[in-house]
């Protein structure tokens, strides 16, 4: 709600645009240089699980991708707007872009190209492989939106599409060593928590319209503990937040919230394709709106405040620009301006009546 009323001024949002784009690539700078100075600490407590991982001030590195990953698209989308601003062309030739490309000075677009590797390279070395996918998908798609108008029609949007990919899969061997061999040693999802999964949702069948009660998970799951899942340690999230939410609170509850995030969605997206000024704010918001949904049916994102907080203050002001701007003052400004033209041809007139005619003075 903060997010949507701050958010309504166009500029204040590209204010919150900017401070979570600084912010996290700060974070992402102190967490790169923490796991190379002291790995086994987190600001000023000692880090006890993920040593091999760069989490940041976070303590799961699935978040930290999250985070680090939403900053990157951010970062990404800042950068295009910005080259996009200094090309003369109303439409990119494709042909003399390089050209168009040495023009621009280094040192104006340089801060925003460190701060995108560096949030890139944190996002790495978390080492998640959800976290890293969705970031990486996330990034291709909405570059690809941003430059849906330049593209060449029917096949350009394929091209791009294919030409991420093909970017995303050099840098995830490039940078991503660890992600690629996670990839190949545990797969898509760890066996503990698909069995974490197929219990909760024995918890949801036995509770459908109501559930077990709002923040209950850590102790109605115990009962419904799957015997292939390790006895270490205590499950206090189902690893997957519209499972977890559809126990807790039931599944018309559930359902409900589903139907809420559709509806913000779709809001975006109007934003999206309907604005022509600004459209980056709304753009930004769905690109991480869509990452964080996807990686938290998968993890537990939108539940650690860390991440919750910053993008969901994303998220309202994307809503409040997905509509466009009245544009009530020109139309003001016109109309007095032809009030005060109209008002000096009176005037005019009225002089003109009262002046003796020319010729009685002959």
């Known amino acids: 709600m903060l997010g949507i009323t701050v958010g309504a001024d166009r500029e204040r949002a590209r204010k919150l645009l900017w401070v979570i784009a600084i912010s996290g690539a700060a974070y992402a700078l102190y967490g790169v240089l923490s796991f190379l100075i002291e790995p086994t600490m987190i600001l000023w407590r000692d880090k006890t699980a993920y040593l091999g991982s760069v989490t940041g001030t976070f303590i799961n590195r699935n978040t930290a991708a999250a985070y680090f990953g939403s900053c990157a698209v951010i970062w990404m989308?800042?950068?295009?707007?910005?080259?996009?601003?200094?090309?003369?062309?109303?439409?990119?030739?494709?042909?003399?872009?390089?050209?168009?490309?040495?023009?621009?000075?280094?040192?104006?677009?340089?801060?925003?190209?460190?701060?995108?590797?560096?949030?890139?390279?944190?996002?790495?070395?978390?080492?998640?492989?959800?976290?890293?996918?969705?970031?990486?998908?996330?990034?291709?798609?909405?570059?690809?939106?941003?430059?849906?108008?330049?593209?060449?029609?029917?096949?350009?949007?394929?091209?791009a599409l294919g030409s991420g990919v093909v970017i995303a899969l050099g840098l995830l061997q490039l940078l991503g060593g660890q992600v690629s061999s996670r990839f190949d040693s545990q797969g898509l999802v760890d066996e503990g928590r698909a069995e974490a999964w197929k219990s909760?949702?024995?918890?949801?069948?036995?509770?459908?319209?109501?559930?077990?009660?709002?923040?209950?998970?850590?102790?109605?799951?115990?009962?419904?503990?799957?015997?292939?899942?390790?006895?270490?340690?205590?499950?206090?999230?189902?690893?997957?937040?519209?499972?977890?939410?559809?126990?807790?609170?039931?599944?018309?509850?559930?359902?409900?919230?589903?139907?809420?995030?559709?509806?913000?969605?779709?809001?975006?997206?109007?934003?999206?394709?309907?604005?022509?000024?600004?459209?980056?704010?709304?753009l930004a918001a769905t690109a991480t709106a869509t990452l964080s949904l996807l990686h938290s049916c998968l993890d537990f994102t939108l539940q650690v405040p860390g991440y919750s907080v910053p993008f969901f203050a994303l998220f309202g002001a994307g809503l409040a620009q997905s509509f466009p701007t009245r544009q009530g003052r020109s139309a003001a400004d016109a109309l007095a301006t032809g009030g005060r033209g109209e008002a000096r041809q009176t005037t005019a007139d009225t002089t003109a009546r009262r002046m003796p005619p020319l010729h009685k003075s002959v």
């Open 77 to 159: 989308l800042l950068i295009l707007e910005d080259v996009r601003r200094r090309l003369p062309e109303r439409y990119i030739e494709w042909r003399r872009l390089s050209l168009d490309l040495r023009a621009i000075a280094p040192k104006e677009i340089l801060p925003q190209l460190a701060s995108l590797l560096i949030c890139l390279m944190a996002m790495f070395m978390t080492t998640s492989r959800a976290g890293v996918g969705l970031s990486l998908l996330a990034m291709i798609v909405s570059t690809t939106v941003f430059l849906r108008r330049d593209l060449p029609p029917r096949t350009g949007i394929w091209i």
């Open 200 to 282: 909760t949702l024995r918890i949801i069948a036995d509770n459908p319209l109501f559930g077990t009660g709002m923040g209950t998970f850590q102790w109605a799951f115990p009962p419904y503990r799957s015997p292939n899942i390790s006895i270490r340690g205590i499950w206090d999230a189902a690893h997957s937040t519209p499972l977890e939410l559809a126990s807790e609170v039931g599944i018309p509850m559930a359902l409900l919230v589903a139907v809420g995030w559709a509806i913000m969605l779709l809001v975006l997206a109007q934003g999206v394709f309907g604005r022509r000024r600004d459209a980056i704010i709304p």
